[in-house]
């Protein structure tokens, strides 16, 4: 069929359902929700079979969901309907959600049913929800309905409250007078419930030392205590926040300056002078504490993993994971696993830090080269068997960064997008031009570059960028990594594959030494950084600033190319 999604923004979510509905043959295309003039026109244009609003803000206009069936995504149970579904189930301490896939009419959520899935909750930051809960139920849900909608003559179910399989209700939007931390009186747990059913939109507003932020990215801390609400500790860029019992860690905070566009930043950065005074704490052996980077061992595999928020890796964190990276490849073992963060594996250098910098230029500089000596260190591992396993998402240079292992596996549901293009034409570094030919040809490697299209697992191992997919969640895969690496470091085999990929790094040094492809791509870098065209730094700014769309990019629009020719339509254009 001829799908065209309407959406706020091409998100994870988004971007997951474009994939699996391409795999499934299907053909869509995108068109950002700009205003009414700008959708019409575009399903006039696409004349779709159906429309999907994965994720959507606004109502979809009468005159578009009159003519044509519009499928919308509720991250809700049936019943449920208002803007803060998730943050509601988290506030209530719901023991089960889900999704709703509905016909857009003119109620808002209120529309009738096509179907819905449901899965148990997890105590997790609202996007972390979002990323992975939410999105493996929106893909089952979307898929029975677009399957129901191709078989023709199913029925969509009227929303009706009388229906005992309706469990939710209309909720209204939730304000930040809801929100609200009292530090005198809320323990951990409910501090830590009120910023994770914040994350990462809206945050909750608070006041630290006498100045307003909003407040994100919290963890538990299970040792330390103080005056409530005092700050008593820093570590890693996060600051530890007393309670009535306990304490909890804030990662990011973005301050509210009525006069001044502001954006998230690690908490210690975005306090500025203030967290001087402040304690830098290390991690005890406490269970519950605020750990970037943590490594395990078993059996001769090493298991680093890096949650860095959002996937953003900036220079000291660069630097901090090459620090345990050398540390765990001084192990005694033989395997070595890059776990990467449970939402994100990597999203590359850290474009909000860049943003802050006195010199956004001098800082895109040190960050790239982070992440290049990271690369590097892991290309050229002689001694052990690297493995980059993706739980969750990764982007632009960090995919590249995970192909600098030996092998790549990937969650099923994973969605990597390796270009860089789309930050103001960004060349990237991370020995990508090394990296990405030598898996997938050097053909491939443009057309992947340049078209800037997400690709899920199943398209990823098909191009040879990955080796295996598998897991439908992220506890399933992790324990069959653990598994897979512990086989391998007993493999008696290992010993030879290590000695192969040894000389084929000594065959392909000579070919081109490694600092030359560092050197060009650098080239390249420092014309995006600090040659004439601005574009990176706008792009940037855009991106930081989470500036609206004010059109929908080609490569997406498919619709509003040139090139596009209309498939013979297999469908009644007219539904209704
Ligand atoms: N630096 C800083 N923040 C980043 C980031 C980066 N490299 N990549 C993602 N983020 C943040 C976003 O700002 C967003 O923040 P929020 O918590 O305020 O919403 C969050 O991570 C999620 O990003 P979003 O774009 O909403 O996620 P997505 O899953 O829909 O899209 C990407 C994923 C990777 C396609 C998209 O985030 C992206 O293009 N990132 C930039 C990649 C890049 O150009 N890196 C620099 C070159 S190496």
């Known amino acids: 069929m001829r799908i065209l999604f309407l959406c706020h923004g091409f998100n994870s979510l988004t971007q997951r359902l474009y994939v699996e509905l391409m795999e499934r043959g299907h053909e869509v295309s995108v068109e950002f929700d700009i205003n009414d003039a700008v959708t019409v026109a575009a399903v006039e244009l696409y004349r779709p079979d159906l429309i999907i609003a994965p994720y959507l803000r ?7 969901w009159r003519r044509h069936v519009c499928l919308v995504l509720h991250p809700g149970i049936p019943g449920d309907r208002g803007p803060s579904a998730l943050d509601w189930a988290i506030m209530d301490g719901a023991a089960r959600w889900g999704v709703t896939v509905l016909q857009a009419n003119g109620e808002l959520d209120g529309g009738d049913i096509w179907a819905h899935a449901e899965f148990p909750m997890r105590d997790a930051r609202k996007s972390s929800l979002y990323r992975n809960e939410v999105t493996e139920a929106a893909v089952t849900a979307m898929l029975v309905a677009v399957e129901r909608f191709a078989g023709g003559g199913f029925v969509p179910q009227p929303l009706d409250y009388r229906d005992p399989g309706v469990a939710g209700r209309a909720r209204p939007l939730m304000r930040q007078t809801g929100r609200r931390i009292d530090w005198q009186h809320d323990d951990s747990e409910t501090v830590l419930r009120k910023i994770r059913a914040a994350d990462g939109a809206p945050g909750v507003e608070d006041e630290i030392l006498g100045e307003g932020y909003l407040l994100f990215d919290a963890c ?8 409530p609400g005092a700050i008593i500790a820093r570590r890693d860029g996060a600051v530890c926040r007393a309670t009535r019992d306990g304490a909890v860690w804030i990662g990011h905070l973005r301050r509210i300056d009525l006069r001044a566009e502001t954006f998230k930043l690690p908490a210690v950065r975005a306090l500025g002078a203030a967290a001087d005074r402040v304690p830098e704490v290390s991690a005890g052996p406490g269970s519950s504490t605020y750990r970037e980077i943590r490594y395990e061992e078993e059996a001769g595999a090493g298991f680093l993993y890096f949650d860095f928020y959002n996937g953003a890796m900036d220079t000291a964190q660069c630097q901090r994971l090459l620090d345990a990276y050398r540390q765990a490849c001084a192990r005694p073992t033989r395997v070595i696993v890059l776990f990467g963060g449970r939402d994100f594996w990597s999203n590359g250098i850290h474009l909000n830090v860049i943003e802050a910098a006195e010199s956004a230029a001098d800082e895109s500089w040190r960050n790239i080269n982070a992440m290049n000596d990271l690369a590097h260190a892991v290309i050229t591992t002689p001694s052990h068997w690297t493995i980059s396993a993706l739980r969750g998402n990764a982007g632009a240079g960090g995919v590249f960064l995970a192909l600098a292992a030996d092998q790549v596996w990937a969650r099923s549901g994973v969605v990597l997008n390796p270009h860089y293009r789309s930050m103001g034409n960004l060349y990237g570094s991370e020995y990508w031009t090394y990296l990405l030919p030598r898996r997938v040809g050097a053909q491939q490697a443009e057309s992947v570059t340049g078209n800037r299209l997400p690709l899920g697992a199943a398209a990823a191992l098909r191009l040879g960028l990955i080796d295996a997919h598998f897991g439908r969640d992220e506890e399933e895969f992790r324990s069959a990594v653990r598994e897979r690496a512990l086989r391998l470091a007993a493999d008696p085999s290992l010993h030879a594959m290590l000695a192969r990929k040894q000389s084929r790094r000594v065959q392909d040094e000579a070919v081109r030494p490694l600092q030359a492809y560092r050197k060009e791509e650098l080239e390249h870098l420092r014309m995006n950084f600090y ?23 080609l490569h997406l629009a498919r619709h509003r190319r040139l090139d596009w020719i209309a498939a013979p339509e297999s469908h009644p254009a007219d539904q209704a």
């Open 220 to 227: 538990a801390e299970d040792s330390l205590g103080g005056p």
């Open 531 to 553: 040659g004439f065209d601005p574009s990176y730094h706008v792009a940037r700014y855009h991106f930081v600033h989470r500036v609206p769309h004010s059109w929908t990019p």
């Open 58 to 64: 606004r109502a979809i206009p009468e005159t578009v």
